[in-house]
């Protein structure tokens, strides 16, 4: 039985020697590790504000058919409504707009 490993960099020290042991192999491509090396340093970091306008992007068309079916929905009720409802937000921004000043009498 082997014992445990007492930190991590033990673990990797053994990790690379045998890595270092294994002998190297004649068939890999040339240059393959400066190929390698490049691309990994051309690799750029992932920026979070990108995915979140992507993400923004794409909700743009299925909020806009909702949008627009809400709308649609909206007309079909008809014009008599349309009456009453005019009159009731006529008389709830009255009051809405008298309501300080009522109470700026009651002040004074």
Known sequence: MTKPMKNRNDMFER???AARRIPEDP???YAFEKRIMAQIQSIRPVDAGTFW???L???TVPC????LCTTFWASLNGNAD???SE???ASELQWTMAQP???LEETW
């Open 15 to 17: 990790l690379i020697r």
């Open 27 to 29: 068939s890999s491509p």
């Open 53 to 55: 306008a992507l993400g």
């Open 57 to 59: 992007w794409k909700a």
């Open 64 to 67: 806009l058919a909702l949008m």
């Open 82 to 84: 349309m009456v009453t």
């Open 87 to 89: 009159e009731l937000l």
């Open 101 to 103: 000043l009522q109470s």
